[in-house]
């Protein structure tokens, strides 16, 4: 992160100036020379991933399938030499290949080799879309790591509830989707429980494709009862997510106290429960 100490897989590694130099384009961004590596890298990310996704039109394909096949491997050698230079430059080579940006890095040019032996993996190439991932350092963008960090957190207090909802609707899918195959039948196109459990996602979750639709009665009769389940837990994670995310907001808009350092206090107390202090000078009115 800008303006901290980096991590020791990121200090230069010792020897020739030049390293030393590199290092402090490529991993710092206090500097013009820093910054502007990052730009044109970003720019450079940019356009290798429009290229790729352009690359996918087939009309634009048989117009400049020669220039985009000139330009991705413009991109691939642009960022293999970058990654060459960036593990030249730190002390623990391995260490960065193993971290999150070396791995993303590593994956940024991995596709365009990988054509040379399976046709297809180009466009492979979005994966280069994560590199932008820095611009949270370049553009000191950290402070929002806290509101991510929150988020989370909230994320993972209500995994066991979550889990738990998630368990119920796997059971109401197989149960339903066992009773439309025994209610329609493979002559209605439930041909098996597994594709009538997809049926039953499909429709509990309203998004309904109508590939597979039930004809009898007592089938159309079930699928209300799921259309109207759906309508009534398909908020359920929703709302357990939200209350964990106030919980954890609540918790860290409490005021401590500076005088006897007691914490948990809400933004509208004016005084500690604990001390007395008046807790007006904590309170940003």
């Known amino acids: 992160m800008s ?9 230069p590694a010792a ?24 730009v044109v890298l970003i720019v450079a990310i940019l356009s290798s991933v429009m290229v790729s996704v352009l690359d996918s039109v087939a009309s634009l394909h048989s117009m400049l399938a020669p220039l985009f ?30 971290s999150f940006f070396g791995v993303v ?4 040019v991995l596709p ?19 590199r932008i991932l820095r611009i949270f350092r370049i553009l000191k963008m950290t402070r ?19 889990l738990i909802f998630l368990s119920t609707i796997l059971t109401l899918v197989l149960i339903f989707g066992a009773l439309m195959y025994l ?8 041909s098996s429980i597994p594709r009538s459990m997809y049926w039953a996602i499909v429709t509990m979750t309203t998004v309904g494709f ?52 007691l914490g948990e206090h809400a933004l509208d107390a004016h005084y500690c429960r604990g001390c007395g202090t008046s807790l007006d000078p904590a309170i940003e009115r």
């Open 183 to 190: 209610i329609e039948g493979p002559q209605n196109g439930f």
């Open 112 to 130: 365009s080799y990988l054509t040379l032996f399976f046709i297809g993996s180009q466009y492979l190439v979005v994966i280069r879309a994560l």
């Open 210 to 261: 109508g590939d597979i639709t039930p004809h009898t009665v007592v089938g159309q009769m079930l699928t209300s009862i799921i259309m109207l389940v759906g309508y009534s837990i398909i908020a359920i994670p929703t709302g357990i997510f939200a209350a964990e995310l106030a919980t954890s907001m609540r918790a860290t808009q409490m005021v401590t106290c500076h005088a006897c350092g």
């Open 105 to 108: 890095d590593l994956l940024a």
């Open 144 to 162: 929002y790591v806290g509101e991510a960090n929150m988020l989370w957190t909230a994320l993972l207090r209500s995994r066991r509830k979550i």
């Open 3 to 11: 303006g901290a100490t980096p991590p020791s897989i990121f200090h």
């Open 69 to 98: 096949y000139v330009l991705e491997w413009v991109f691939t050698v642009t960022f293999t030499l970058e990654l060459i230079l960036r593990i030249a430059v730190v002390n623990r080579p391995w260490r960065y290949l193993r």
């Open 15 to 38: 020897g020739a100036a030049w390293r030393a130099r590199w290092f402090h384009i490529i991993f710092n961004h206090d500097d013009a020379p820093g910054r502007l590596f990052d």
